[in-house]
């Protein structure tokens, strides 16, 4: 059943779809965190924002934009200079960091109404994604926890690897049914199931 609030509307159609000859080179799904939250730390407050993200959620990352960890429902990770994209199962995470971050050190932004949290998971989602995106995928340039963020045309990303064959992207809301539809049409030629 259509989760009535996805932005997805009729066009999250579960089931196996494309060419699926033996198992689907591809899994898409929507996954629907309970928050998505933005911080971005002033110039020369990185570091006091790295300890608050692991001070709130438990998840240490390294010190530096690339950097990234995902583990039990959460996930954190730099996108830019000084800038992180934190996601959590739980709701009412932009306040518990609105708590822990002083002004003086940064901003921080609640996007959970304002992104939908796509899954692209299996053998050939590395493959998929290069259809879409100018980013290397492979694992050694592309490493676990790490995320970036990048355009398909004006559609703006932000892509987390999770899993060794397993992305995370979070795009705006009102576009997300549009680029649904695409990632379904690029998957097409490997087979895909959505869940």
């Known amino acids: 059943m259509v989760d ?22 591809v899994v898409l799904s929507e996954t629907q965190p309970g928050s998505i939250v933005q911080l971005a730390a002033w110039h020369g ?5 790295i300890a608050a993200i692991k001070a709130v959620s438990g998840l240490k990352l390294p ?7 995902a583990k039990s ?14 996601v959590d199962e739980a709701e009412g995470l932009a306040a518990r960091y609105a708590a822990a971050i002083l002004h003086e050190t940064g901003s921080v932004t609640d996007l959970s109404h304002g992104r939908t ?9 590395e493959w998929v994604l290069s259809k879409f995106f100018a980013i290397d995928f492979a694992l050694t340039a592309f490493p676990l926890g790490a995320g970036r ?7 703006f990303a932000q892509i987390q690897r999770t899993a060794p064959t397993a992305f995370d992207l979070y795009v705006f809301r009102s576009l997300a049914r549009s680029f649904w539809k695409s990632l379904c049409h690029g998957a097409e030629e490997v087979g895909y199931e959505v869940m």
């Open 149 to 155: 963020s990048t355009m398909h045309h004006d559609i």
């Open 117 to 125: 949290a796509i899954r692209i998971a299996g053998p050939k989602a």
């Open 63 to 69: 010190d530096g934009a690339g950097g990234g960890v």
């Open 4 to 25: 009535p609030v996805s932005p997805l509307g009729a066009a999250y159609r579960p089931g196996p779809h494309g060419n699926i000859a033996g198992t689907a080179g």
């Open 45 to 49: 407050e990185e570091k006091k924002v």
């Open 73 to 86: 429902g959460k996930a954190a990770f730099g996108f830019a200079p000084g800038k992180f994209l934190l």
